[in-house]
């Protein structure tokens, strides 16, 4: 069974960067599609960005995060990173790291516990 743990979240300041970072275990990870959503409280899950399986050469991002958030992935330590730069208010949510089989697929079933981020001067 895939198991995904979040770390990385934290208090920053406007303008500041952080990286969030997601551990695999459970499958084959060079085989799963990885992806970043996030939540703000009283709203829905948004998606953020995803990579591609077998090595990470394909990336998409949100609009409100493109140039300022970069999705990676390491096959050998099964991570999949997430740096945030120019961090905003609007970026505070609760982050989660998910994973599923292709570039298209829900990502409705396999999620972490998430990592809080919280943007604030």
């Known amino acids: 069974q895939v198991q995904l743990e979040e770390s990385g979240g934290g208090l920053v300041q406007p303008g500041d960067s952080l990286r969030l970072s997601c551990k695999f275990s459970g499958g084959m990870f060079n085989t799963w599609t990885m992806a970043w959503f996030r939540q703000a409280p009283g709203k829905e899950r948004e998606f953020v960005a995803k990579?591609?399986?077998?090595?990470?050469?394909?990336?998409d991002y949100a609009d409100s995060v493109k140039g300022r958030f970069i999705i990676s992935r390491d096959d050998v330590r099964k991570t999949v990173d997430l740096e945030m730069y120019t961090l905003k208010p609007e970026d505070t949510a609760h982050y989660y790291c998910a994973a599923d089989r292709f570039w298209t697929s829900p990502f409705d079933e396999f999620w972490g516990q998430g990592t809080q981020v919280t943007v604030s001067s």
């Open positions: 990579i591609s399986r077998g090595g990470g050469s394909v990336t």
